[in-house]
């Protein structure tokens, strides 16, 4: 994810640093990638049986409004801990979508 490294330019490489912290709150699409569910499914496995939260980040921060799964109650939901390389492998899934948004919203402006 953007907020679980730090991607560096040199020579036409890319040189992932990854940070030692892991993000404390995830969104649902992210979770999804993580555990290799669709979004839908994983709302449905998780979220509607208790086994994980869907929260308000007001209640854990006491500001914002978006809605956040907490990182150590999805890994004890799946039964081991979440890495750094999870975090790779979800955002590297999630990337073609962002990309296809970001072009998305340059049309809808443009017009």
């Known amino acids: 994810m953007r907020f679980a ?11 992932v640093h990854m940070i030692d912290e892991l ?22 496995h998780f979220i509607l049986t208790g086994q994980v939260r869907y929260r308000s980040l007001k209640e854990l921060m ?19 801990e979440i890495t750094a390389e999870d975090f790779d492998r979800a955002d590297r899934k999630l990337q073609p ?9 340059r049309r809808k402006e443009s017009h």
């Open 62 to 80: 006491e500001w914002g409004d978006r809605r956040v799964i907490e990182t150590g109650e999805l890994g004890e939901a799946l039964g081991r």
């Open 23 to 44: 993000p404390r709150t995830i969104s649902l699409s992210c979770a999804s990638a993580l555990t290799g569910l669709s979004r839908e499914a994983f709302y449905r």
């Open 97 to 105: 979508r962002r990309d296809r948004m970001k072009i998305y919203r």
């Open 5 to 15: 490294y730090n991607r560096e330019m040199k020579k036409d490489e890319h040189a």
